[in-house]
């Protein structure tokens, strides 16, 4: 049995380090009450970090409120700046040789080289140990080398998980299955088909209580970076005739290292009226929305525009990936759409006859929606799953966060040295006025 496998079936003890903090409220503990709920996960405990002192029913109420999630948790609280505390924190784990222990920073990105550093020195890093990270990876190439090379002084790249959610939505996954498992569009996944694609991540909210980490974000590097790249990265590559679900890794990377580098003069960046007062900065120069056009090398690719957007206040929340295929002529449709939420099903655009004594097309959609009675796991519930049976597809590996920061490179560096061309938009925007 290989190690991978062992490490699948022990018993697992997660150790969530900021667990009363805004992600592990909103995601984590909705997750694991899901994935608890399953009963697949007996053996699951978890060891819940804070600075404070903290009551499990208190923290429950406000997400989930389940007793069996809250029976699973047990507080510990510490400071995370003190090397001794992670002794006993280690102390507190008692990791026996059967069980693997994962552990998640849920904690602003910032802190994140310290703790890292800490767990390692108190020896938390051993053989079964998984380290679960979240983005943002560096905020441009050379500080997410500097952090992928100091997380790997202390963990190997087999241990270390690095989450991009938007990779493990449901209809992310499905992106896959319906390349690979329809014919009819396994022909024309090429540039003599296909004029243009569109990844695009549109949100109604504003930037909500998050002004600091926002202000050193932006859209460009909080969503598209990461989440947007990765989508482009699933629609762009190959997927062999012996696909195996292990090898995403490597095939989304080569699709990547076909991208060329983003071109300053094809990119958007603008800011919704009034986030400057949100955040209490007049002068700040943080792009809410942020759009790239990206082209390939790869002959199957060549020519074909590659747009990525995102934005916040936008006139709607939706994620799809837009796939138009080429026309003959105008009077003809072309669309194929993702749509990755909030309703995650797949849609063509069609044009059939008007019924009536008159010869008119209209224009009908083909569409395949999960029912709303269906529940679809959680991006996070699938993170936490594939993190406990040591599956890594839906985790973005070190080479590929660096390979998205350099194809972003001249952007990000030439909107951090020259703000000349961040526009205002009204809050509520279409994406069309601003592209
Ligand atoms: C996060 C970003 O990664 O993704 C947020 O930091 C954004 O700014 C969120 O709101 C969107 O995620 P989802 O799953 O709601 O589309």
Redesign the pocket.
């Known amino acids: 049995m290989t190690n991978k496998r062992i490490l699948g079936s022990m018993k697992t003890k997660l150790v969530i380090i900021g667990i009363t903090g805004d992600l592990s409220t909103r995601k984590l503990l909705p997750a694991l009450e899901q994935i608890i709920a399953t009963g697949d996960f007996d053996d699951l405990s978890i060891i819940g970090v804070s600075r404070r002192e903290f009551d499990i029913d208190t923290l429950l109420a406000s997400s989930v409120g389940n007793t069996e999630l809250a029976r699973r948790i047990s507080p510990f609280s510490m400071d995370l700046s003190q090397e001794v505390d992670y002794r006993r924190l280690k102390d507190f784990i008692d990791l026996g040789d059967d069980e693997q222990l994962l552990v998640y920073l849920s904690v602003p990105p910032v802190v994140t080289p310290h703790i890292v550093e800490f767990l390692g020195q108190a020896g938390l890093n051993g053989p079964n140990v998984k380290l679960l990270l979240e983005?943002?990876f560096g905020v441009d190439l050379e500080s997410a080398r500097r952090m992928i090379d100091h997380v790997a002084k202390y963990y190997s790249e087999a241990q270390i998980y690095r989450i991009d959610?938007?990779l493990a939505?449901e209809m992310t996954q499905n992106i896959i299955a319906f390349r690979a498992g329809n014919a009819l569009f396994d022909h024309v996944w090429n540039a003599s088909a296909i004029e243009k694609i569109e990844v695009v991540?549109l949100?109604k909210?504003g930037?909500?209580n998050?002004a600091q980490?926002?202000e050193q974000?932006g859209a460009l590097r909080?969503?598209l970076q990461?989440?947007l790249i990765q989508l482009l990265a699933l629609i762009l590559m190959e997927i062999p005739r012996d696909f195996d679900w292990d090898d995403m890794a490597t095939l989304r990377l080569k699709a990547l290292n076909q991208l060329q580098s983003a071109d300053p003069g094809r990119a958007v960046r603008a800011q919704y009226s009034g986030y400057q007062d949100e955040v209490g900065n007049p002068g700040s120069l943080t792009e809410t929305f942020a759009s790239i056009e990206l082209t390939s090398v790869n002959p199957t690719w060549r020519g074909v525009p590659l747009v990525l957007a995102t934005g916040?206040n936008m006139d709607r929340?939706t994620?799809e990936v837009r796939v138009y295929f080429r026309k003959n002529h105008e009077a003809q449709t072309n669309r194929l759409i993702f749509k990755i939420?909030p309703f995650e099903g797949v849609e063509i655009e069609l044009y059939t006859k008007k019924p009536g004594y008159d010869r008119e097309f209209e224009r009908q959609r083909l569409s395949f929606e999960y029912p709303e009675e269906i529940k679809l796991p959680d991006?996070y519930e699938q993170v936490m799953v594939d993190a406990i049976r040591s599956k890594k597809s839906l985790f973005a590996t070190g080479h590929e966060v660096l390979r998205a920061w350099e194809v972003l490179q001249p952007v990000q560096q030439s909107w951090d040295m020259d703000s000349a061309d961040l526009t205002t938009y009204s809050p509520g925007a279409d994406l069309y006025t601003l592209l």
């Open positions: 983005k943002p959610h938007y939505k991540a949100e909210i930037i909500e998050r980490f926002y974000t909080d969503v990461g989440h916040k929340k994620t939420q991006a």
